[in-house]
């Protein structure tokens, strides 16, 4: 039974709300007007209006009316950017005070008044798809080539406000769901089709590829879906130079490529040097592969170890030769370019598949049998799918589907049918949270233990409630703090936990953007997309290890550990360290310690041919203190670039620095500029990816300056420290983040107390990880839900409305 916002939730959250400051202590309205007339007033008034604010229409005395204001004002002056450098600034002890007695009033206000927020309805997003089919059907899909990429809010894609549905991609989701049943059960019937996966160019091939067998170098490792027994050809192409021949030509000969499945060998197939760009692609012979995912590489067996004879350079960016369009193959080995698969042919049945086993859990032995089992098993899966347990017409519905499929085939093909069905529902594609009927218009109404149960898994799993989080939810047992908390601390001990990592600590770091990161291959010769993958595994891995190990959130800007493979060791100067497999070290460079050092946040902070103060100033500003800087005037010129490293033809090369102060020497540019680029200064002695240097252009780095808030800057170490000045800017930063993440949806003024209230909490606990967690599962926002102000009180989308 629903039950709305009752006293005791109230009262307890205007406590946690309201443990500011004591009432006795708080400045008088008479008092905080005086400290805004004396520092604020002379900028944001009605006439100047700068940064589009004025502060004659804040009411302090009510300070609920004017809320929005009151947050901003409050920000800016807990950041240190207000007022700005060159105004008078009043003492940290006076700006702390007024900082205190505002959000206390704030917080105060809210808990009088509470209003949890109504999320949009919310359809899974292609990572919540993908994961609950693995939970659901043991299946991995690559989502990537059945559904569009998902927008992003606020930077991060499972935002209801942009989870859409059109009529294209509700076809998406159909023929998704089509071929995803056929993969999970098999298909006897299956086509001989062709996949092909490539090898991207900027991909070192001189080592070994994690995934492909031991003693290999190079190619590819991928986790292919075999839709029967049955035979399938291997086609491998070469890359080569633009005028034909092979690439790595000179030592081409001897050299073999070898195909593996789970990494046993299937083929070996022997390198022609004679091949050219017209005459490309080796084929084997059908082999027989039995159904269902395996893994499959293609690689080139090792024949000596150490390094390979160059007659240029020694560089990661092996076909950089290629790009050039110069000799072919200065690295004197072959790379491959792609993989191919064609088939089935000859099927002979289907494999008991890792999928089967988990959709199958009983097989008819009669015509009589099959209903029965046939029942079982779409219960089952419907009762995972839809997060909840399955009523008669569900069941009705789905066994209907069953019956269609069977009369065109057989059992398994009724249960396939009846499968797709589920996948492409909208009880599986949608999160429904439904409305009581005695709901009053505007009130704020508790979610069900199963709605919570779902926003709780997607949150911290980006998957579907497993069956004991539904089995808890379905006895009403959900909603009690105690039960809540040990489910909670039992999801975060799974593994699946690691979407937290992979994907909140991605798009909040903006980690994402390496994908796309492509330095200059001239000038960054060394770099190569396995040491862009090692560089994004290297955040995600201080990001989880606090998580696991329930640590500070500080630590990701303190950390004197990181955690490194052969790969980015080498890039970082680190000795004695092999491998693909990371593992923590010690960071005793104090310029290197937390997330400021990694060298995946410098490059993606960076352009393809220098560094970026403004990129580097402005992802500070933005993800670490949740200020983003304001957009850039229209039509402002690009900065002027060195050309030297490609034409030679700059007859003054100029740092970074000198062509950044020319700059904003523009009026219009400088007052963003004085904010944003004494940050990205501080980090100038990174490259472009991230590289220690001492000189930029042939001059000496300079990476003095002074803070927003008056702190001196002399490099990393410096930033890092003033950025621990600010944690609890930091701190805010990271609640507002995880809290938007949490809850889907876009946050504002009025969440503000609660992402106060979880870092007040969290400051009694040392910030460990899970306090945030915890907090933010307990809030109002996560728990509870406003009703529409006006119309009928039901579910704001009915399932039905979408079979129309």
Known sequence: MRTRLNGCAIAVWAAVAAQGQPASKLPTPASQHAFLNQYCAYCHNDQLKRGNMTLTTLDLEHIGKTAEQAEKVTHML????????GMPRPNAAAVKAFVASLETTLDQAAAANPNPGRAALHRLNRTEYANSVRDLLGLQVDVSALLPPDDMSHGFDNMADVLTMSPALMEGYI??????????????????????????????????????????????????????????????????APTGPLFGVNQGKGHQVEIAINGERVALIDVNPALTLAKDGVKTAPIHIKAGDQRLSASFLTKADG????????????????????????????????????????????????????????????????????????????????????TDR??????????????????????????????????????????????????????????????????????APDEQLITVASQGKLKDPAVLQQQVRRMLADARSHTLSTKFADQWLHLQN?????????????????LAQSMKRESELLFDNMMR??????????????????????????????GE????????????????????????????????????????MEVLLGTPPPPPPPNVPALPENSEGRTGHVAKPESVRERMEQHRSDANCAGCHKLMDPIGFALENFDAVGVWRANDSGFPIDASGNMFDGAKLTGPASLRQAMVNHSDAFLGAFTESLLAYGLGRVIDYRDMPVVRAIDRNADRNDHRFSTYILGIVNSPPFQMRRTEQTGPAKTEMAPGDLHQ
């Not at 990161?517 to 010769?525: I, K, Q, S």
């Not at 290197?592 to 560094?611: D, E, F, N, Q, V």
């Open 307 to 390: 390094p390979i004879e160059d007659e240029f350079a020694m560089v990661e960016q092996t076909l950089v030769d290629v790009s050039a369009g110069s000799v072919p193959g200065l690295t004197t080995l072959p790379h491959l370019h792609e993989l191919s698969i064609t088939g089935p042919t000859n099927i002979t049945g289907i494999s008991d598949t890792p999928s089967r086993l988990k959709i199958f859990s009983c097989r008819p032995t009669s015509g009589s049998d099959e209903m029965p089992c046939a029942r079982q098993i779409i219960s089952a899966l419907a009762r995972q799918a839809y997060r909840r347990p399955v």
């Open 78 to 85: 807990r950041v240190g950017l207000m007022p700005p450098p």
């Open 394 to 463: 569900d069941l009705e519905d789905l066994l209907n589907f069953y019956q269609t499929g069977h009369n065109q085939g057989n059992f398994d093909t009724g249960v396939r049918t009846a499968i797709q069905a589920i996948l492409a529902s909208p009880e599986f594609v949608f999160r429904f949270e439904r409305v009581p009927q005695t709901a009053v218009p505007g009130s704020n109404v508790r979610v069900s233990d199963l709605e919570l149960a779902s926003r709780l898994s997607y949150f911290l799993w980006s998957s």
């Open 175 to 240: 023929r998704a769901a089509s071929r995803i049943s056929r993969e999970a059960v098999g298909d006897p019937e299956a086509r001989a089709l062709t996949t092909t996966y490539q090898i991207p160019r900027i991909t070192s091939q001189n080592r070994h590829v994690d995934g492909t067998p031991f003693g290999t170098r190079g190619g590819l490792s991928v986790v292919h879906n075999f839709p029967a027994d049955g035979d399938y050809i291997f086609k491998i192409g070469y890359y080569y």
């Open 581 to 620: 497999r990371f593992r923590r070290v010690p960071v005793t460079d104090e310029n290197r310690k937390g997330l400021l050092g990694h060298a995946g946040i410098l490059m993606l902070t960076s352009t393809a041919i220098r560094t970026s103060p403004v990129q580097r100033g402005k992802w500070v």
């Open 549 to 578: 190990e329930d640590r500070s959130v500080i630590e990701l800007l303190t950390a004197d550990y990181t955690f490194v493979d052969e790969r980015l060791a080498r890039h970082y100067g680190i000795p004695n360290v092999m």
């Open 514 to 530: 390496l994908n796309d990161a492509n330095p200059d291959l001239y000038l960054f010769p060394n770099y190569d997309k396995t």
